[in-house]
């Protein structure tokens, strides 16, 4: 089982998640990700041509299949299409007279291409459905992790997303990050400070024998960056194998795991840049560098773990079939 035009697909999006992660969160540079994005676009762009070129059995997407089991399939486009077309204008109903709110965030960014996702899911020919059920699925799964995660923390506790940002960044990777370079032999330690000046979480570490410090800001929060590239995991997987089991969830298990894992290591290099050179080189490596490193270990990690389930689902096909399936 090879398909290298979704591998291009995957690392495509890699690439474009990369360059609007560093964008909103302020992480890189704008030639970086204007270069990040010029990538990922090009690879995308060719792994679609290549899938559409190609003979599906499949008759329909993803989404038509599963609607397809509870509605007529004469009205399934309707409900995907008119489900996008609510999206949109219940959001933009929420925004303007609820929350009164006309700025356009990262979650309105996510909302709104979801929403139009839906709307444009049964326009294109059948041959590219993998496609789009490949970017419904990773725009839906944004959504659930940036607005609605987010959204009913902010409702149920009534506070904004600072305390919840700053003991997520804190215990998911200030604090990891720091045991990690201490057990390296690196003098550093972690600082929470909530007192609302600047940023909460502080790493303090050492160069010439001057302690320096450097905030973690909501960029660097594992969940954002967790959320961002496992969801893009998450739709591959889906999309690919079209089940979950007991191998893709010990497989998404470990794409999550790995993805948190990308992050801390990028934290950890960036920060004994630092150490060994100072803050200046440290700049230069969070700015140019610290997004292709993490893009970097995630595309390595999920190789190893994609051909993982590759061959266990071979395996699974190549089995045969057991004495009950036989007698029946």
Aim: proline letters at 2%; charged letters at 10%.
């Amino acid at each position: 089982m090879k398909f290298q035009r979704e591998w291009l697909l995957l690392l495509g999006s890699l690439f474009v998640a990369g360059a609007l992660y560093s964008h909103y969160m302020g992480h890189s540079a704008l030639l970086v990700e204007i270069i990040m994005l010029a990538i990922g676009t090009g690879m995308a762009l060719y792994a679609t041509k290549g899938i559409a070129a190609r003979e599906i059995e499949a008759s329909n997407g993803l989404f038509f299949i599963i609607l397809s089991r509870y509605v007529r399939k004469e009205s399934c486009a309707l409900v995907i299409s008119g489900s996008g077309f609510v999206l949109l204008f219940a959001w933009s109903a929420w925004k303007i007279l609820i929350l009164r709110s006309p700025d356009m965030r990262l979650e309105d960014f996510i909302v709104t291409l979801f929403g139009i996702s839906l709307v444009l899911y049964n326009v294109y020919p059948t041959k590219v459905h993998m496609v789009q059920d490949f970017a419904v699925l990773y725009l839906m799964f944004l959504t659930i992790v940036f607005v609605v995660i987010w959204r009913t923390y902010s409702l149920v506790t009534g506070e904004s997303y600072t305390g919840i940002t700053a003991y997520a960044e804190y215990y998911v990777v200030t604090l990891p990050v720091t045991a990690i370079l201490n057990l390296f032999g690196f003098n550093v330690h972690a600082e929470l400070n909530l007192n609302g000046f600047g940023l909460s979480n502080i790493i303090n570490y050492q160069h010439n024998h001057v302690i320096l410090k450097l905030g973690i800001g909501t960029g660097c929060s594992g969940l954002y960056s967790a959320g961002l590239f496992f969801s893009a995991f998450l739709a591959f997987v889906l999309v690919r194998y079209r089940r979950v089991d007991t191998t893709t969830g010990i497989a998404l298990g470990i794409g999550f795991a790995l993805t948190w894992l990308s992050n801390i290591i990028r934290m950890v290099i960036t920060i004994m840049t630092g150490v060994l050179w100072g803050h200046p080189a440290l700049a230069f490596v969070h700015s140019y560098i610290g997004i292709l490193i993490f893009v970097a270990f995630v595309t390595v990690f999920w190789i190893i773990v994609v051909r993982w389930l590759d061959e266990k689902t071979e395996k699974r096909l190549h089995e045969p079939p057991s004495a009950n399936a036989q007698a029946s």
